[in-house]
């Protein structure tokens, strides 16, 4: 088996670790632990048996994540390490080679190329940008065959940030249910939805939906490296079985940290803090879009920590990211890596000093070299 270059995260770790200003990531800047916990919390922390636990994860914190859902139970719920190992367990145990998947893009592209190495045809269906980055729904009954086995959907999306509206949201779980396909949601950055309403998940919806999430992105917590799959507990089942071939286990200390923070009301706080942190970065984007106005554009992210811009220089994506990052120390991901030539991601979980300070070095750049 063969698997193709992941661009988008290979990109990001050359890079992000040693430029100035990171303006390329999806997330929000990152807690530190000892802002989570309190004095007896870190007690308790520093005497954490480091024994292997559970291989699908420990009962408890299957439970706490169950709970932030309708209806589901510990069987319902694997903890994985990142939504990226859930993604890929999801793809390993459920899709076979000659399946069809039909895949709502831009995504961040992993379950497609997981997907595609492992000889699923991947179907496309575009967000359309005059649409504000929204599918046109009417064209998925076209695209089913009998061998259609699954669509999935990075919802809230990355890159764009576009969230569905509650109608289309039931109008996809419909689509999915008339042909009795899977449904699954990546859904990182639900609960950083900026107009402070938190979206239906999926897997509140339909009884086939298989819906991955983490605390990396929203709950900003990625070096906890915890994610987690809630679906029909046969399906969850047998990801456990190729959770038991691949990392065995989540860490001891993350496990109990993702124990504390998902708890609602802390879990709310947390999100409290992303929103508050995005909204006002969006604003400062905002601005510095409009004051660039005559070479760049876009639709307003809804929800997560990126907005998808699209410029009108003369020149690729990724090398005028390349020439941003080493003229200037500021990174930003390129339209490139989801296929997309003319468009730049850029970060607004960004510390905001960093946000200014990387886009007014852009703007200026762009100005005396290309404008
Ligand atoms: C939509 C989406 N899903 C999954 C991941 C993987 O993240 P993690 O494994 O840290 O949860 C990312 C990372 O950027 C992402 O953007």
Known sequence: MKIAEFTLERIQSLYENVVEFNLSDSGVHPYRLSELLNDEQKETLLDIELGYGWTNGKTQLRETIANLYQGYNADNVMVTNGS??????????????????????????????????????????????????????????????????????????NPTGSTLPVAQIQKLVDFASKHKLYLHADEVYKGAEFDGVELP???????????????????AMPGLRLGWLVGPTEEIYSTWQSKDYTSITTGAVSEYVANIVLQPEFRQKVLQRSKDFLINNLNTLQKWVDDNSDWVSFIPPKAGGMAFIQYKLKVNSTTLVHEFKDELGVFLLPGDVYGMDGYFRVGIGAPADHLTIGLERIANYVRSKYL
Do not use: R
């Open 84 to 157: 990226a190992e859930a993604n890929f367990l999801m793809v390993m145990s459920i899709l076979n080679p000659g399946d069809e998947l039909i895949v709502v893009v831009p995504n961040y592209l992993q379950i497609a190329g997981w997907a595609k190495a492992i000889g699923v045809n991947v179907i496309e269906v575009p967000l359309l940008e005059n649409n504000h980055w929204l599918p046109d729904l009417d064209k998925l009954e076209s695209l089913v065959t009998d061998k259609t086995k699954m669509l999935t959907i990075c919802h809230p999306n």
């Open 201 to 219: 998940s999926f897997a509140d919806l339909y009884d086939k939906a298989i819906v991955t999430c983490g605390l990396s992105k929203a709950m």
